[in-house]
C-alpha cells in the first residue's frame, strides 16, 4: 500500500532503513484538510515471538505438564535477532512523527500485527512523548487510489478484541505444541527409531567419500502442533481420493452456429 500511494500522491524519494528489506518512503500528502509530511515503511510478517522463560527450557528437568499452568510457566515476548534492525527502524521513525498509521492487513493476524508495530515504535519513548503520538488504523480491501483514498479519510482506533483473540490463539498453539511435543518424544523417543541424518552432515560424508558416523545423527521429535494435524488430515484426504480416483466418461458439448449475413 505505501508504493503505490507514493505513486499516485506525486514526487516521493525513498531511503535506506536500517534493515536491508524494508526502505522508508517520504513525500508530501493532504490529510484531511492539514498539510503532512508522509513517512511510509513496511514489517515482515509478525514483529515479535513468543517463548517460554529460560527455567522452562530444559526438556527433560521441567514437566511437560506445567507448560499449560500460566502460573507456573511465563510465557514472553520479544523481537527475533532477524527483525531488531527492523524494529530499531521503526523507533527511529516514530520520534519525529505526530501521528502512526498503522497499514496492515485487514484481518486478525494483520491487526495483531499492528499491535506489534505499536509495541516495538513506541517502547523507547517516554509516556510524555508517546501521549503525543495519535495512533490510528488504516482500513482497506485494495490498493487503487480511491481505496488508499478512502481509507485515510476513515481512519479508526486499532480493535483490540481481535488483538488480544490472536494474542490468545498464539499462546494456545505454542503451550499446547510444546507440552504435547516434549510429552510424546519424551515417552515415545526409546520405542522406535528417530534417528535421522542432517542434511549438511550427510553432505559432507558424501564428498569425502567417508561414511556418516553416529555423530551426524540427531534426535527427531516427535512434532505436535494444533495445525499440524488439521494440515495433515487435508494431505490424507487429498491422497486418498488420488489412490481411489476411478476415471469416468464424460461428454461435452461443442456448439457451432451457422447463419447466413442479412
Known amino acids: 500500500a505505501n508504493l503505490c500511494l507514493c505513486r499516485r500522491c506525486g514526487p516521493y524519494f525513498s531511503r535506506d532503513g536500517l534493515s536491508p528489506f524494508n526502505k522508508v518512503f517520504e513525500f508530501d500528502f493532504v490529510l484531511g484538510d492539514r498539510p503532512a509530511r508522509m513517512v511510509f515503511t513496511s514489517v515482515l510478517g509478525h514483529l515479535q515471538e513468543l517463548n517460554f522463560e529460560e527455567k522452562c527450557s530444559s526438556w527433560r528437568s521441567y514437566d511437560p505438564v506445567l507448560l499449560m499452568n500460566p502460573t507456573e510457566s511465563a510465557v514472553l515476548t520479544y523481537v527475533p535477532q532477524e527483525k531488531r534492525a527492523l524494529a530499531q ?20 493476524e494483520g491487526e495483531r500485527i499492528a499491535f506489534e508495530v505499536c509495541d516495538v515504535a513506541l517502547s523507547r519513548l517516554t509516556e510524555r512523548a508517546r501521549s503525543r503520538i495519535l495512533i490510528r488504523r488504516a482500513r482497506f480491501s485494495a490498493i487503487t487510489s480511491q481505496d488508499l483514498r478512502a481509507a485515510l479519510a476513515m481512519l479508526d482506533r486499532p480493535n483490540e478484541l481481535t488483538n488480544d483473540m490472536v494474542r490468545a490463539r498464539q499462546e494456545i498453539d505454542l503451550r499446547a505444541g510444546a507440552a504435547f511435543t516434549r510429552f510424546l518424544t519424551l515417552s515415545l523417543q526409546d520405542q522406535f527409531n528417530l534417528d535421522v541424518v ?62 447466413s449475413p442479412p
Open 89 to 108: 527502524t521503526l523507533q527511529r521513525e516514530v520520534q519525529s512523527c505526530g501521528m502512526l498509521i498503522l497499514w496492515l492487513d485487514c484481518d486478525s
Open 198 to 259: 542432517s542434511r549438511s552432515s550427510a553432505a559432507a560424508a558424501l564428498q569425502s567419500s567417508s561414511p556418516v558416523s553416529a555423530s551426524f545423527h540427531k534426535r527427531q521429535p516427535l512434532s505436535y502442533g494444533p495445525c499440524q494435524f488439521p494440515t495433515l488430515g487435508i494431505v490424507v484426504d487429498r491422497f486418498l481420493a488420488r489412490q481411489h480416483f476411478q476415471a469416468q466418461t464424460f461428454h461435452t458439448i461443442d456448439l457451432q452456429l451457422t447463419f
